[in-house]
């Protein structure tokens, strides 16, 4: 402002303006969920005439906790019998006369034609393959046996890893190891099937949340 | 109380003066900020990023020079310090707050297990993301609880007993987690004929620490025009996070905008 060649400040006479200002950003994140994708099958192969057990890794998935909260989390591995259908009414070239009109259906009816069921076992627990397994986070139960339930449906759960609290956040590629014992006196050869089903529950020992 | 008198009848003299005998002389630039609106968004943990804005403020030029100006964001990391739950033992805490967490990690937490307590000072171990000892301190003021600005504050009614267990999840995201990312943005006109528009679309907002801001970083653009102009601006952002690495809760940022004059 002039006043006669004087200049005021502009200031002295007018509220001056803030030229910065500061407020906050926020970013809730909200929990996720456990979580359990298959990635692949398990595979072994092994002569009849080979010792038992085999060894064989189990079949591979991610496991993924992105709850957010560290309350850690277990997962268990349940197993169906190890199951041959294809043996069904086709044995050594001749039907077997069991199997005659029930190709597929007579082997829950039948125990005694049942092959191959076997009980999984997993020893070698110790090994892991997890991108992201770290302290709080191991595989559990070691030598256990996954006890199977029926050709159609798996058996109780057996724990084999877990993440303690605070710790497990994330996603981790698993792939369990194991034994798997035959007999090469009673089985055929061919390929015996299990179903393996993996619930993931919160924190060790608590409720599964996943499929079973 | 005379002299003041006089003093203000000397301004009404000269405020007089002002509007009848004066003749018309340049105005300096006036550029300004005004009511900053926090900004808040949720996004599940699993998403791992989030577009949105920061918060929206009105920027102004009220000048008749029509000279350009621009604008700056500079922000904190963005900053969470939970609270303490009791996740073992039989007694509580009244204050569940902590100092803010000025580490690196975003995932960090601490455990509290009280050793001792002699009814004005305890004794605790402290594990998780610091391995540490309080030993013997009094329970009147909040205890440091590691090195990084984390504390606990135990209640002074309360006979602390060994065992009791407090565990408190913390974090501040990486300085890199903020992106400008004018496609989530608004520039709205309030007043005037000029034109703003978003700069530096993708550059990184680097954070500075849990509790000061960073590098300013020019985010908005004018080109200035006779008689200036007015906007309500929302800056926007991309934050991503390792979804791996975080806690679930409310990481905050302090946002700081400057208005500077200049392209």
């Known amino acids: 402002v002039c006043l006669a060649g004087f200049a005021l400040p502009f200031t002295t006479l007018t509220a001056s303006a803030a030229t910065t200002a500061t407020s906050t950003d926020t970013l809730i994140l909200t929990a996720g969920a456990l979580s359990v994708v298959t990635v692949s099958a398990g595979s072994v192969s092994a002569a009849l005439s080979s010792s038992s057990p085999v060894s064989s890794n189990l079949a591979v998935a991610d496991w993924g906790d992105t709850t957010g909260s560290g309350a850690g989390w277990n997962g268990t591995m349940a197993v169906s019998l190890f199951n041959d259908t294809r043996r069904l009414g086709q044995e050594r070239g001749r039907p077997h006369p069991h199997q005659q009109h029930q190709r597929h259906v007579y082997r829950h009816r039948d125990p005694g034609l049942l092959r191959g069921h076997r009980h999984l076992r997993h020893r070698h627990l110790g090994q892991r393959h997890g991108d992201r397994l770290g302290v709080g986070q191991h595989l559990a139960n070691n030598g256990s046996t996954a006890t199977g339930g029926t050709a159609t449906t798996v058996g109780s759960g057996v724990k084999f890893v877990s993440a303690a609290l605070n710790t497990g956040m994330g996603s981790f590629r698993v792939t369990p190891s194991g034994t798997i014992a035959f007999d090469g006196n009673l089985d055929w050869a061919g390929a015996y099937v299990a179903q393996v089903s993996r619930p993931c529950a919160i924190r060790p020992g608590r409720r599964p949340l996943g499929f079973n | ?263």
């Open chain 2, 1 to 263: 109380m005379r002299r003041l008198r006089r003093t203000l009848q000397g301004v009404a003299v000269l405020s007089g003066a002002l509007v009848t005998g004066l003749m018309p002389c340049p105005v300096r630039a006036t550029l300004s900020i005004a009511n900053p609106s926090p900004s808040s968004a949720t996004v599940s943990i699993a998403t791992g990023l989030l577009d949105g804005g920061l918060p929206a403020a009105d920027w102004k030029d009220t000048s008749a020079a029509g000279t350009a100006w621009h604008g700056t964001v500079a922000v904190t990391l963005l900053n969470l310090t939970g609270t303490w739950t009791k996740t073992a033992g039989s007694h509580t805490l009244t204050v569940t707050t902590s100092g803010t967490y000025t580490g690196t990690s975003a995932q960090a937490y601490y455990v509290v297990t009280v050793t001792s307590d002699t009814g004005a000072n305890v004794s605790a171990s402290v594990t998780g993301s610091e391995t540490a000892t309080i030993t013997n301190q009094a329970k009147s003021s909040p205890i440091a609880v590691g090195t990084r600005g984390v504390t606990v504050k135990f209640d002074t009614a309360v006979t602390y007993t060994n065992g009791d267990n407090f565990t408190i999840h913390a974090g501040n995201m990486p300085a890199s987690a903020m992106a400008l990312h004018p496609a989530t943005g608004s520039i709205t006109t309030t007043s005037g004929s000029e034109t703003a528009s978003f700069t530096n679309g993708g550059t990184t907002v680097t954070g500075g620490t849990a509790t000061t801001v960073g590098t300013a970083l020019a985010f908005v653009t004018t080109t200035g025009a006779s008689g200036g102009g007015g906007f309500r601006i929302v800056p926007g952002v991309e934050i991503t996070y390792d979804r791996n690495n975080v806690w679930a809760g409310a990481y905050v940022a302090t946002v700081s905008y400057s208005i500077l004059t200049g392209p």
